[in-house]
T-cell receptor, first 118, second 114 residues
Framework: AQKITQTQPGMFVQEKEAVTLDCTYD???????LFWYKQPSSGEMIFLIY??????QNATEGRYSLNFQKARKSANLVISASQLGDSAMYFC???????????????FGAGTRLAVHP | DGGITQSPKYLFRKEGQNVTLSCEQN?????MYWYRQDPGQGLRLIYY???????QKGDIAEGYSVSREKKESFPLTVTSAQKNPTAFYLC?????????????FGEGSRLTVL
């Protein structure tokens, strides 16, 4: 079974509008972490936001927020006021369990390609 | 500036040849990772290392080998046993921290087998 599912292969948004990128996850471990990364055409993976399974509030980082619905096992990324530079691939990832031994094994979804139009 | 340096950025290999991808970090992180990315797919974990002289297989380790002789370096060798080595390879490092111990990535190495 897929651990991380991103059902939107591609998304389009108008500049300055908000967009939501979907992510659902599957784990039976009560402790887990959820991450979103951005991958521009250059290839580097850029960290955007993190949500721990026990965090009471939704995470926010500037224009990025994570809509965490634990019962539904969803962790959607919301980008407010889209900019042309937001055009990229976006990946949702999960760590099952706590950070043990200092390493952090992440499982990635297949990604969503976002195109921002002027 | 602290970061992760991968080289080469592009690499071409003939079938049957081994090739080594370099990964160096100056972030003083203990943990390092190698991921593989194929078109239309997410990243898959090849190997990871928690400390010097120790490393563990990830989900797709067959046909790959690594070493961790120095904290800063975690080279990946793609051997001739890897049946489909053409892919984009990403190296990462991490340390426990406030943001869930996020992974820091290099810019990647694109390997093409001719």
């Amino acid at each position: 079974a897929q651990k991380i599912t991103q059902t939107q292969p591609g998304m389009f948004v108008q500049e300055k509008e908000a967009v939501t990128l979907d992510c659902t996850y599957d784990t039976s471990d009560p402790s887990y972490g959820l991450f979103w990364y951005k991958q521009p055409s250059s290839g580097e993976m850029i960290f955007l936001i993190y949500q721990g399974s026990y965090d009471q509030q939704n995470a926010t980082e500037g224009r990025y927020s994570l809509n965490f619905q634990k019962a539904r096992k969803s962790a959607n990324l919301v980008i407010s006021a889209s900019q042309l530079g937001d055009s990229a691939m976006y990946f949702c990832a999960m760590r099952e369990g706590i950070v043990s031994g200092g390493y952090n094994k992440l499982i990635f979804g297949a990604g969503t390609r976002l195109a921002v139009h002027p | 500036d602290g970061g992760i340096t991968q080289s080469p950025k592009y690499l071409f290999r003939k079938e049957g040849q081994n090739v080594t991808l370099s990964c160096e970090q100056n972030l003083n992180h203990d943990a390092m990772y190698w991921y593989r990315q194929d078109p239309g797919q997410g990243l898959r974990l090849i190997y990871y290392s928690q400390i010097v002289n120790d490393f563990q297989k990830g989900d797709i380790a067959e046909g790959y080998s690594v070493s961790r002789e120095k904290k800063e370096s975690f080279p990946l060798t793609v051997t001739s046993a890897q049946k489909n080595p053409t892919a984009f390879y990403l190296c990462a490092s991490s340390t426990p921290g406030l943001r869930g111990g996020e992974l820091f990535f290099g810019e990647g190495s694109r390997l093409t087998v001719l």
